[in-house]
């Protein structure tokens, strides 16, 4: 049974991370909103869609910044006990400082999960629609490429024909076992082109042993080399992925899959499906350390310099956490390392400070 002081600590930590997050919820639009309304811009949109377009995307920017809002949220969590006297009350009953910290942590844990599970799948079906709709806005809907377990598709439509690409393997700027089927506008076949290989750096790509049938002439021609001009090249086609918020756990080890039926790198993949594994252990980390900064830091009175000495360091972690990525992103180190090391280094700092904790 959980006894009352845990009951009351634990509503007051929900209590502080709603504020935090409605507060930051509302930095997010605002900033956001200025984004979306220079791009209905260019696109001579209406009002109405970088306000739906915002909405739709707080969700994913706001599960970004989720360890500095738990962080901070600790902060505020501890100022409410003391500006209460409430720490010394729960000391005179027995209540130290291990105690509060240990509610607050697997409370953290609880929440990280419950993240994980509901919330991420919502912000990602939000993100989804969010890109989906920013894609159908530009009024490009003629080029389009998609990966499954077939390969790599590409549809595009150049002049008066539309082109379905399709490779069996795709890696940075190789494809190979390559079909490109040439339509007219009524979707009738005009020509076959087949290749074993090509190089697409460029938007020309340059296409090995290319066999071209005609559907009309029921001829064929062969090339050495054979030039096609696309709107895709390696980094365009890449960058189409990187976006991996707009995915659940299901559809991240589904792409994963794909990904290796065509030979192209899980890296990413396996970095965000890491970073989402970790986030409760990082959530309740980023708990503790708040708690240790609260008891060691209680002489301070000014709540702005606590709150600053909070958001520095949550800057320092996060730099911790984007350069080891970088590494696992160069593939330095494994994703996994890459992605949990941090956690490990945070971990350590976390036990030397909870061992000296009831000294406070």
Same mark, same amino acid.
């Given at each position: 049974?959980?006894?009352?002081?845990?009951?009351?600590?634990?509503?007051?930590?929900?209590?502080?991370?709603?504020?935090?997050?409605?507060?930051?919820?509302?930095?997010?639009?605002?900033?956001?909103?200025?984004?979306?309304?220079?791009?209905?811009?260019?696109?001579?949109?209406?009002?109405?869609?970088?306000?739906?377009?915002?909405?739709?995307?707080?969700?994913?920017?706001?599960?970004?910044?989720?360890?500095?809002?738990?962080?901070?949220?600790?902060?505020?969590?501890?100022?409410?006990?003391?500006?209460?006297?409430?720490?010394?009350?729960?000391?005179?009953?027995?209540?130290?400082?291990?105690?509060?910290?240990?509610?607050?942590?697997?409370?953290?844990?609880?929440?990280?999960?419950?993240?994980?599970?509901?919330?991420?799948?919502?912000?990602?079906? @939000? /993100?989804?629609? *969010?890109?989906?709709?920013? =894609?159908?806005? %530009? #009024?490009?809907?003629? !080029? &389009?490429?998609?990966?499954?377990?077939?390969?790599?598709?590409?549809?595009?439509?150049?002049?008066?024909?539309?082109?379905?690409?399709?490779?069996?393997?795709?890696?940075?700027?190789?494809?190979?076992?390559?079909?490109?089927?040439?339509?007219?506008?009524?979707?009738?076949?005009?020509?076959?082109?087949?290749?074993?290989?090509?190089?697409?750096?460029?938007?020309?790509?340059?296409?090995?042993?290319?066999?071209?049938?005609?559907?009309?002439?029921?001829?064929?021609?062969?090339?050495?080399?054979?030039?096609?001009?696309?709107?895709?090249?390696?980094?365009?086609?890449?960058?189409?992925?990187?976006?991996?918020?707009?995915?659940?756990?299901?559809?991240?080890?589904? @792409? /994963?899959?794909? *990904?290796?039926?065509?030979? =192209?790198?899980? %890296? #990413?993949?396996?970095? !965000? &499906?890491?970073?989402?594994?970790?986030?409760?252990?990082?959530?309740?980390?980023?708990?503790?350390?708040?708690?240790?900064?609260?008891?060691?830091?209680?002489?301070?009175?000014?709540?702005?310099?606590?709150?600053?000495?909070?958001?520095?360091?949550?800057?320092?972690?996060?730099?911790?956490?984007?350069?080891?990525?970088?590494?696992?992103?160069?593939?330095?180190?494994?994703?996994?390392?890459?992605?949990?090391?941090?956690?490990?280094?945070?971990?350590?700092?976390?036990?030397?400070?909870?061992?000296?904790?009831?000294?406070?």
């Amino acid at each position: 049974m959980i006894k009352k002081y845990e009951n009351y600590l634990i509503k007051l930590f929900i209590k502080n991370i709603l504020i935090i997050s409605i507060i930051f919820i509302f930095i997010s639009f605002l900033l956001n909103i200025f984004e979306e309304i220079k791009f209905a811009e260019n696109y001579n949109k209406s009002f109405f869609n970088p306000v739906m377009l915002t909405f739709l995307n707080i969700p994913s920017i706001v599960f970004e910044i989720l360890p500095f809002i738990f962080l901070i949220s600790s902060m505020f969590f501890y100022i409410n006990l003391y500006d209460n006297e409430e720490i010394e009350l729960l000391r005179t009953n027995g209540v130290n400082n291990s105690k509060i910290t240990l509610v607050v942590a697997v409370t953290s844990i609880f929440l990280g999960v419950f993240l994980i599970i509901i919330y991420y799948s919502l912000s990602a079906s @939000l /993100k989804n629609i *969010y890109l989906n709709l920013k =894609y159908k806005l %530009t #009024e490009d809907t003629n !080029h &389009l490429a998609v990966v499954n377990q077939s390969g790599l598709w590409i549809k595009e439509k150049i002049g008066n024909s539309i082109f379905i690409v399709n490779a069996n393997s795709f890696n940075k700027n190789d494809l190979e076992n390559i079909t490109i089927s040439q339509l007219d506008n009524d979707y009738k076949p005009i020509n076959t082109i087949i290749s074993n290989n090509a190089n697409i750096e460029k938007r020309k790509w340059m296409l090995n042993d290319v066999k071209i049938i005609s559907e009309i002439g029921k001829n064929n021609i062969n090339y050495k080399q054979y030039t096609y001009v696309s709107s895709f090249n390696g980094e365009i086609i890449s960058n189409l992925y990187s976006n991996l918020n707009s995915l659940n756990v299901i559809e991240l080890h589904k @792409l /994963k899959k794909n *990904y290796n039926s065509i030979g =192209y790198s899980t %890296t #990413e993949v396996k970095l !965000h &499906l890491n970073k989402l594994y970790s986030l409760p252990i990082y959530l309740t980390l980023t708990t503790i350390i708040g708690s240790l900064l609260m008891f060691r830091l209680n002489y301070i009175k000014s709540k702005f310099f606590l709150v600053m000495i909070g958001v520095l360091v949550s800057v320092v972690f996060y730099y911790i956490n984007y350069f080891s990525v970088l590494f696992g992103k160069n593939e330095t180190f494994p994703a996994e390392i890459s992605v949990w090391l941090p956690q490990l280094l945070i971990l350590l700092i976390c036990t030397l400070g909870l061992l000296r904790l009831n000294e406070n």
